[in-house]
């Protein structure tokens, strides 16, 4: 059979134009926001290191039956993938978040949420609601409370004599004798601490990061007295550096590295399993006036100001997050060692009711403080950390220094609060 | 009819062939690197904080993203970065590609052996490299594989990406990317190497030039002159460009110490960190695309790239 050119055309044409067709129909492959007449809600979580979360997420998800809900499990740098998400259609319906940031709910990116959590607001820890609150709003539902506490291990304190220290200054000089040539006194981070620290010693001394009116909350000589302690503990060569896991895993603690170990709640399991009752938990011990102190935060999950069903989206998050309580006693306790968000949930928590968990618990509750208030932006974090680097490794002068931090760090809160 | 057709596809419709050859990597770059690239110019001139949609009549903000940049200390600190590991890097990469390809150049056997042995590296990605620098040979532990070597001399372990007091990183920083990249460049100059007329050696030779360094002078380095500014140009925009190995070696879940933060580090966090403050990091981007492209005009005017070799 002979084909003639033009029919060739035609025929090649014809078929190209039936593909465009076909592409610009429904056919695509792309879920078009209805599944079976319910709503498609996508809805991403950063990657938890616990076996079995990932499951559970997606049993919640399957559970709901008002809409289809798809997870994703992002591995990598979430916030940052998140952040980008955002500026585009394809990001998420429903997401954890850090925060949101101040940033986001004032470009508008994530939706209002206070009536979601009206009832129950009383319920939540104060400490990890704030940062997610602007101007009386409530943009992102607390899920589970993290927070950082310093674990010693007994053993090693008994041999050197050493009490486990309850002020700065003892944290000091137990790190000194703590330190040999095999065991380090103290670990805070492959950095000095510089980065995880953040306002933890600000606290301990009484001071904050930002005040409630959105002022610089170290503006002290007070301040730069307790960062010069940082820097000892790093001039007495009491703090190990350059481990091969960083200050979030219980590694170097459980292995004998050192001796005592700022590190999470989170660890607190894997550290039991290891060393049995050889250890104990500490705030961050006080310092001057101050008192003891713990970070805490939480990840919140947040809806899309692009979402395609916002009320579907809100509707599944408050089913999740603020009615489904068995689920979220289940995603805190039951893979790794978080404290439920609502106080209720963390007060009935068998895990949490005794040992080294029970006294995490009272810390977070005792002494717990935002380690990421609403106004402290990126941006103010980078500032701050490079000076407590310079401080801390170069031995520079704390009281300059935080002058010129104090600086910058008031300029950014004008901007974010025009 | 087949004339017909040869002559509509043939020669005579050039311009057709180059469209349909070159169109579609033109769309391509068009699309993916010069609409990204003056959408960035674009957004310099805004405050676009967490917005790539700046509304133009509320948010521009002018020359300003550029002028704060500027007075950044800690921008202007990343550029001091740069010059420090580009004074490190560059001429040790040279010296030590440019040894490297003598060496396989003279080798009467197992060349291509010793020329794939040098070169391998060059496959391996700069995130494995720095992760197997960072955690096994210059962990700040007792057993990591530079402590080791030191323990056996009774030293105290290093911590060497944790102390700026001596500034150890930089070692490992650079011979992160010592190792990565010298192999490359060993091939640039062993083709160089290899074009090199044997009559030129013969005939020093026959003037009484002593082997090795006086032929090396007198020969076979000026007969190298074009590769070695190939290599000079490609060094100093490679160091330009440097994060991978920074960005690996040195951050945290919790950010980057300020000492050793390149431009593309830094920019990185100021646009695409959590920050999104992606006015400013544009307003960086531009500087330092013009900073690079001076530098490298400047350098090939400097070398005279381009111009035919004097006979």
């Given at each position: 059979m002979t084909i003639s050119r033009r029919h060739l055309i035609a025929t090649t044409a014809a078929g190209a134009t039936a593909g465009l067709l076909s592409a610009c129909g429904s056919n695509t492959g792309r879920d078009e926001g209805s599944s079976g007449g319910k709503p498609v809600i996508e809805q991403w979580y950063h990657q938890y290191g616990e076996a079995g979360t990932e499951q559970a997420v997606k049993r919640y998800a399957d559970a709901y039956d008002k809409a289809d809900v798809k997870i994703q499990w992002r591995p990598g740098n979430y916030d940052q993938q998140l952040a980008s998400a955002l500026l585009t259609k394809s990001g998420p319906d429903v997401f954890e978040s850090p925060g949101p940031s101040l940033d986001q709910i004032k470009a508008e990116q994530v939706v209002d949420l206070t009536e979601l959590i009206e009832d129950v607001k009383d319920d939540f820890n104060p400490a990890v609601l704030a940062p997610k609150t602007y101007e009386g709003r409530i943009y992102g539902i607390p899920q589970v409370i993290d927070m950082q506490l310093l674990y010693y291990r007994k053993s090693l304190l008994d041999d050197a004599g050493v009490e486990p220290p309850q002020t700065l200054d003892e944290l000091v000089d137990a790190a000194k004798a703590l330190t040999s040539k095999k065991v380090k006194g103290l670990f805070l981070g492959n950095d000095a601490g510089a980065g995880v620290l953040g306002g933890t010693p600000l606290y301990a001394t009484g001071l904050e990061l930002v005040t409630e009116d959105g002022k610089v909350g170290f503006d002290d000589p007070a301040a730069a007295r307790t960062l010069a302690k940082i820097r000892q503990l790093y001039a007495d060569k009491s703090l190990l550096l350059g481990a091969p896991t960083d200050w979030s895993d219980p590694s170097a603690f459980i292995q004998g590295l050192t001796a005592l170990q700022w590190s999470g709640l989170w660890a607190l399991p894997q550290v039991k399993k290891e060393l049995g009752d050889d250890f104990g938990v500490l705030p961050f011990p006080k310092d001057g006036a101050g008192k003891a102190s713990v970070p805490v935060g939480a990840y919140g999950a947040a809806v899309s100001a692009r979402a395609k069903d916002k009320d579907a989206a809100k509707a599944y998050a408050k089913w999740l997050w603020v009615e489904k309580a068995e689920y979220q006693e289940d995603f805190a306790l039951s893979y790794g060692f978080h404290i439920p968000a609502r106080i209720s949930l963390a007060k009935k928590a068998g895990k949490l009711k005794e040992g080294a968990a029970a006294d995490a618990v009272r810390f977070a509750t005792e002494s717990g403080f935002a380690a990421q208030p609403l106004l402290w932006t990126p941006k103010c974090q980078t500032d701050y950390s490079d000076a407590l680097n310079r401080i801390i490794k170069d031995g520079a002068n704390p009281e300059s220094e935080l002058k010129a931090v104090v600086r910058k760090v008031a300029a950014e809160l004008d901007r974010v609060k025009k | 009819m087949k004339s017909g057709l040869k002559s509509r596809l043939g020669t005579q419709n050039r311009t057709l062939w180059f469209w349909v050859f070159v169109g579609p990597f033109a769309l391509g770059l068009g699309i993916f690197t010069y609409v990204p690239l003056l959408w960035s110019v674009y957004l310099s001139f805004f405050d676009a904080h967490n917005t790539v949609t700046p509304d133009?009549?509320?948010?521009?903000?002018?020359?300003?993203?550029?002028?704060?940049?500027?007075?950044?200390?800690?921008?202007?600190?990343?550029?001091?970065?740069?010059?420090?590991?580009?004074?490190?890097?560059?001429?040790?990469?040279?010296?030590?590609?440019?040894?490297?390809?003598?060496?396989?150049?003279?080798?009467?056997?197992?060349?291509?052996?010793?020329?794939?042995?040098?070169?391998?590296?060059?496959?391996?990605?700069?995130?494995?490299?720095?992760?197997?620098?960072?955690?096994?040979?210059?962990?700040?532990?007792?057993?990591?594989?530079?402590?080791?070597?030191?323990?056996?001399?009774?030293?105290?372990?290093?911590?060497?990406?944790?102390?700026?007091?001596?500034?150890?990183?930089?070692?490992?920083?650079?011979?992160?990317?010592?190792?990565?990249?010298?192999?490359?460049?060993?091939?640039?100059?062993?083709?160089?190497?290899?074009?090199?007329?044997?009559?030129?050696?013969?005939?020093?030779?026959?003037?009484?030039?002593?082997?090795?360094?006086?032929?090396?002078?007198?020969?076979?380095?000026?007969?190298?002159?074009?590769?070695?500014?190939?290599?000079?140009?490609?060094?100093?925009?490679?160091?330009?460009?440097?994060?991978?190995?920074?960005?690996?070696?040195?951050?945290?879940?919790?950010?980057?110490?300020?000492?050793?933060?390149?431009?593309?580090?830094?920019?990185?966090?100021?646009?695409?960190?959590?920050?999104?403050?992606?006015?400013?990091?544009?307003?960086?981007?531009?500087?330092?695309?013009?900073?690079?492209?001076?530098?490298?005009?400047?350098?090939?005017?400097?070398?005279?790239?381009?111009?035919?070799?004097?006979?």
């Amino acid at each position: 059979m002979t084909i003639s050119r033009r029919h060739l055309i035609a025929t090649t044409a014809a078929g190209a134009t039936a593909g465009l067709l076909s592409a610009c129909g429904s056919n695509t492959g792309r879920d078009e926001g209805s599944s079976g007449g319910k709503p498609v809600i996508e809805q991403w979580y950063h990657q938890y290191g616990e076996a079995g979360t990932e499951q559970a997420v997606k049993r919640y998800a399957d559970a709901y039956d008002k809409a289809d809900v798809k997870i994703q499990w992002r591995p990598g740098n979430y916030d940052q993938q998140l952040a980008s998400a955002l500026l585009t259609k394809s990001g998420p319906d429903v997401f954890e978040s850090p925060g949101p940031s101040l940033d986001q709910i004032k470009a508008e990116q994530v939706v209002d949420l206070t009536e979601l959590i009206e009832d129950v607001k009383d319920d939540f820890n104060p400490a990890v609601l704030a940062p997610k609150t602007y101007e009386g709003r409530i943009y992102g539902i607390p899920q589970v409370i993290d927070m950082q506490l310093l674990y010693y291990r007994k053993s090693l304190l008994d041999d050197a004599g050493v009490e486990p220290p309850q002020t700065l200054d003892e944290l000091v000089d137990a790190a000194k004798a703590l330190t040999s040539k095999k065991v380090k006194g103290l670990f805070l981070g492959n950095d000095a601490g510089a980065g995880v620290l953040g306002g933890t010693p600000l606290y301990a001394t009484g001071l904050e990061l930002v005040t409630e009116d959105g002022k610089v909350g170290f503006d002290d000589p007070a301040a730069a007295r307790t960062l010069a302690k940082i820097r000892q503990l790093y001039a007495d060569k009491s703090l190990l550096l350059g481990a091969p896991t960083d200050w979030s895993d219980p590694s170097a603690f459980i292995q004998g590295l050192t001796a005592l170990q700022w590190s999470g709640l989170w660890a607190l399991p894997q550290v039991k399993k290891e060393l049995g009752d050889d250890f104990g938990v500490l705030p961050f011990p006080k310092d001057g006036a101050g008192k003891a102190s713990v970070p805490v935060g939480a990840y919140g999950a947040a809806v899309s100001a692009r979402a395609k069903d916002k009320d579907a989206a809100k509707a599944y998050a408050k089913w999740l997050w603020v009615e489904k309580a068995e689920y979220q006693e289940d995603f805190a306790l039951s893979y790794g060692f978080h404290i439920p968000a609502r106080i209720s949930l963390a007060k009935k928590a068998g895990k949490l009711k005794e040992g080294a968990a029970a006294d995490a618990v009272r810390f977070a509750t005792e002494s717990g403080f935002a380690a990421q208030p609403l106004l402290w932006t990126p941006k103010c974090q980078t500032d701050y950390s490079d000076a407590l680097n310079r401080i801390i490794k170069d031995g520079a002068n704390p009281e300059s220094e935080l002058k010129a931090v104090v600086r910058k760090v008031a300029a950014e809160l004008d901007r974010v609060k025009k | 009819m087949k004339s017909g057709l040869k002559s509509r596809l043939g020669t005579q419709n050039r311009t057709l062939w180059f469209w349909v050859f070159v169109g579609p990597f033109a769309l391509g770059l068009g699309i993916f690197t010069y609409v990204p690239l003056l959408w960035s110019v674009y957004l310099s001139f805004f405050d676009a904080h967490n917005t790539v949609t700046p509304d133009v009549s509320e948010d521009f903000v002018g020359l300003d993203n550029y002028t704060s940049m500027l007075r950044d200390d800690s921008f202007t600190d990343s550029l001091l970065t740069f010059l420090v590991f580009s004074l490190f890097i560059v001429p040790a990469t040279f010296a030590l590609s440019l040894a490297l390809a003598l060496m396989v150049n003279r080798l009467r056997r197992a060349q291509a052996f010793f020329r794939s042995v040098f070169f391998l590296p060059a496959a391996c990605s700069y995130v494995v490299a720095a992760l197997v620098w960072k955690l096994s040979i210059f962990n700040g532990v007792r057993f990591g594989l530079a402590n080791t070597l030191l323990g056996w001399f009774d030293t105290d372990p290093v911590a060497w990406l944790s102390t700026t007091d001596p500034p150890w990183y930089w070692l490992v920083i650079v011979t992160a990317r010592l190792w990565l990249q010298a192999g490359f460049y060993m091939i640039l100059f062993l083709a160089g190497l290899q074009r090199i007329s044997p009559q030129l050696y013969e005939a020093a030779a026959v003037d009484g030039a002593r082997p090795g360094w006086q032929v090396f002078r007198h020969i076979t380095f000026p007969q190298l002159r074009a590769t070695s500014i190939a290599v000079t140009l490609l060094l100093v925009i490679n160091a330009f460009q440097a994060f991978d190995e920074f960005y690996n070696l040195l951050s945290d879940s919790r950010g980057y110490p300020p000492y050793a933060r390149p431009p593309l580090v830094y920019l990185y966090y100021t646009a695409l960190g959590q920050g999104q403050n992606l006015g400013l990091g544009s307003a960086g981007a531009v500087i330092l695309a013009l900073i690079i492209a001076v530098v490298t005009i400047g350098q090939a005017k400097w070398f005279g790239l381009g111009k035919k070799e004097a006979a």
